[in-house]
């Protein structure tokens, strides 16, 4: 085991009050726990991001994201970024959006709850290659229960170590059960939850830039007019 999963889990067992040779929680617990936590903060919050690259057809509509990944962050084409517009809105802009036809990308169409599949606008004559960051989920924390060692290690920022380690102790509390220790699993979790939303504010200012419509920033601007003074929808072959 890592000394980094080694030093969470001994912090979390001191405030557990579960440093005796029998401990109450066995080791592989608490490392399930751990990948718990891990797993949750990376579910809403793109602390894990991927690059790729993906190479448009001539005629082809829909592209899959690479295996793994949770949704698109962002896209760009020769340079350029790319916005990334939820289907519902470009419909409203432009109903007959999918017969436009181009040389050049303008954007990236999405199911703003399922962003696995993209589309990219309009359909291109030529073949584009467009590169793409993606956010994935970690690979959960195995354990070797021959070896006693994990079969993985955490992969998101030493940075939130702290955090996990609450969310540990807050899940561990639950296991007693009594009006005292569901007490003291609430504040770890809030002090969890902390943790948790620095996260968030880091990662919406890290995407501020990036010109996207889905719903990360917590809102959808409206693109007529275009990017550059033009119908947004008024393509140039």
């Avoid at 903060?41 to 994201?65: A, D, F, R, W």
């Avoid at 290690?153 to 220790?181: H, N």
């Avoid at 996207?212 to 929808?233: E, M, N, P």
Wanted: proline share 5%.
């Amino acid at each position: 085991m890592a000394q980094r999963e080694l030093d969470i889990l001994a912090d979390a067992r001191v405030t557990l009050n579960d440093t005796s040779d029998v401990p109450r929680w066995s080791t592989e617990r608490l490392l399930g726990f751990l990948s718990d936590a891990q797993e949750d903060m990376c579910k809403s919050i793109p602390l894990l991001t991927h690059k790729s690259v993906i190479n448009t057809v001539p005629g082809q509509e829909e592209y899959n994201l690479p295996e793994g990944s949770m949704y698109l962050i962002s896209a760009s084409s020769a340079g350029i970024a790319l916005p990334i517009i939820p289907y519902d809105m470009i419909e409203r802009d432009n109903p007959d959006w999918d017969d436009d036809t181009s040389s050049v990308l303008s954007a990236v169409i999405v199911n703003a709850l399922s962003q696995q599949v993209i589309r990219p606008y309009p359909l291109v004559s030529v073949s584009k290659p467009i590169k793409i960051r993606y956010q994935v989920l970690p690979v959960r924390l195995g354990y070797d229960s021959v070896t006693k060692d994990t079969i993985e290690e955490l992969t998101i920022s030493d940075m939130w170590d702290s955090g996990l380690k609450q969310y540990i102790i807050g899940m561990a509390f639950l296991d007693y059960g009594d009006e005292s220790s569901i007490a003291r699993s609430q504040m770890a979790m809030s002090l969890y939850n902390n943790e948790y939303s620095k996260a968030m504010k880091l990662s919406k200012s890290s995407f501020s830039k990036v010109r996207r419509t889905t719903g990360f920033q917590g809102k959808v601007a409206h693109l007529r007019g275009g990017l550059d003074g033009s119908s947004c929808f008024g393509f140039r072959s």
